[in-house]
Nanobody
């Protein structure tokens, strides 16, 4: 069983930054590929960003390219979603996800590839 703990959501003004940490206690965290997804009421959960196990390869959704990054610190068993220049349309519940079944996997945009999910954290972008 893998527990993912997300923190850092809240209210932020348009144009502002926000960093979401996702802690995944466990000695094999460094072998997991990680992903971030978001969801608004009435819509499907959508891909935001993904990173491979070593942190050397990342992919972002077109809607967040140039604004969001997905660093990770394997020594601290933590992945992050760094969000800059936030827009009102970024308002959503954000979820981190881990794929523990395929060690050392390449990044994936598909939510079906992830077997553990965080509880979600609300991000609201508004003035």
């Amino acid at each position: 069983q893998v527990q993912l703990v997300e923190l850092g959501g809240g209210l932020v003004q348009p144009g502002g930054p926000l960093r979401l940490p996702c802690a995944a206690p466990g000695r094999t965290f460094s072998s997991y590929r990680m992903g971030w997804f978001r969801q608004v009421p009435g819509k499907d959960r959508e891909f935001v960003a993904t990173i491979n196990w070593s942190g050397t390869v990342t992919h972002n959704a077109d809607s967040v390219k140039g604004r969001f990054t997905i660093p990770r610190d394997n020594a601290k068993n933590t992945a992050f979603l760094q969000m800059n220049n936030l827009k009102p349309e970024d308002t959503a519940v954000y979820y981190c996800a881990a794929d523990t079944s395929r060690k050392f996997g390449a990044p994936s945009r598909a939510n079906s590839q992830y077997d553990y999910w965080g509880q979600g954290t609300q991000v609201t972008v508004s003035s």
